[in-house]
């Protein structure tokens, strides 16, 4: 183990800044500063503070991951960075740093995909990922199924959100509700003493219309309106809104859609095994439905422990450490951040 490559891996595509290190498939250090506290007050990440909180955070972060895992920079044989999808600002931040280290440490740098890397975390935990695999990428960013044939050069997007990704759906209902941001934990853990029958709210993109040009796509901006609109109808009502139940019927909408539609996927491109990631895949509701619909169908479903599923470097560091071990070509020196690159674009 100990001739497995050294690999640090950088994060800072939204508001965490994230220091892995990896030896193979083996974590070392998962180093993250959150900027999450600051943006609480605007009920969502702004960028600006964003990218000034990273470059705050930067040194102490690579400081304290290399002391967590007990090396010296030097020891590093590979620098891997997040060089899209994200705020432009923000990325190029540890674009910049990672730079900055591989030419400082004279080792190859590799600039990949923050949703390949949501999918190369999971090798961490479980272990080599089954090719293919259906990927289900759900965040305060994103919400896409993938068919990843090679998470180091062969990911192909199925359906992504019209609108808004599902995180930003539980951040914006949660803030309708009165709950803190971001909302995806509140809502989770309300939802649990409420009724998810109790109201019918939609399910985006599942008619029979939307499903001919829209079957492994997602749309919840209908839903979040319809949230609001039954909320408003209700105080205007003068009675108290049932905040447990409005959170867990519109979970339900939500996990029921996405859950139906991976699995969905699956059947459709003859996948068996179904990978979770990004930081609402760390919801109860999702974890067991997906779990439980998927058995029914043979399938199998991996979902990486919740502090993997959030933005950290420990998914950049595996994603690098397997472009390593596959002999990808490392990315040349003037990379770019990406701020909208491709999902099919695992790396420069
Ligand atoms: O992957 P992530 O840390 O950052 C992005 O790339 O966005 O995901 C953050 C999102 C937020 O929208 C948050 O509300 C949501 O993940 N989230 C959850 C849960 N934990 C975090 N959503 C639903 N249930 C949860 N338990
Ligand atoms: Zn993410």
Redesign the pocket.
């Known amino acids: 183990m100990s001739n497995e490559p050294l690999v640090l891996g950088i994060e800072t ?4 800044t994230g220091v892995g290190i990896v030896r193979g498939h083996t974590l070392l250090a998962d180093a993250v500063a959150s900027s999450v506290e600051e943006h609480a007050r605007f009920g969502g990440v702004v960028p600006e503070v964003a990218s000034r909180a990273h470059l705050e955070a930067m040194v102490p972060t690579l400081e304290r991951a290399c002391e967590t895992a007990g090396i010296a920079l030097s020891d590093v044989d590979a620098i891997a960075v997040t060089a899209g999808p ?1 705020l432009a600002g923000a990325l190029l931040v540890g674009v910049a740093a990672a730079k900055a280290l591989a030419i400082s440490l004279d080792k190859p740098l590799y600039g990949v995909n ?1 949703l390949s890397a ?1 999918v190369a975390v999971d090798q961490l935990e479980h272990g080599p990922l089954p090719d293919p695999c259906l990927a289900l990428l ?5 919400s896409s199924l993938l068919r990843v044939d090679d998470v180091t050069s062969s990911v192909t997007p199925l359906g992504a959100t019209i609108d808004d ?4 759906a ?2 914006k209902v ?1 803030r309708l509700l009165g709950l803190p ?5 509140h ?2 853990r309300v939802a649990r003493e409420g009724n998810a029958v109790s109201i019918d709210f939609p399910r985006g993109l599942t008619a029979r219309r939307d499903l001919e040009r829209h079957r492994f796509d997602f749309s919840f901006s209908g839903l979040k309106t319809a949230v609001a609109r039954w909320v408003e109808a209700r105080e205007a009502s003068g009675e108290p809104v049932p905040v447990a139940d409005v959170a867990a019927a519109f ?1 339900e909408a939500v996990v029921d859609v996405l859950t139906r539609k991976a699995i969905d996927a699956a059947v459709d491109q003859g996948i068996e095994d179904i990978l979770i990631g ?3 895949a ?3 509701r ?1 974890r067991f439905l997906a779990t439980e619909r998927a058995a029914a169908k043979g399938i199998r479903v991996r979902v990486p422990r ?1 502090g993997l ?3 950290n470097g420990a998914m950049v560091a595996a994603l690098g450490s397997e472009m390593v071990a596959r002999g990808r070509v490392p990315s040349a020196l003037d990379l770019p951040a990406d701020s909208s690159m491709p999902v099919d674009r695992v790396q420069f």
């Open positions: 595509s939204c508001d965490e994200g923050h949501h759900v965040s305060g960013g994103h990704a599902a995180g930003e539980f951040d949660a941001f971001p909302g995806g934990p809502i989770d979970q990004g930081g609402v760390a919801n109860s999702l919740p599923c959030t933005d």
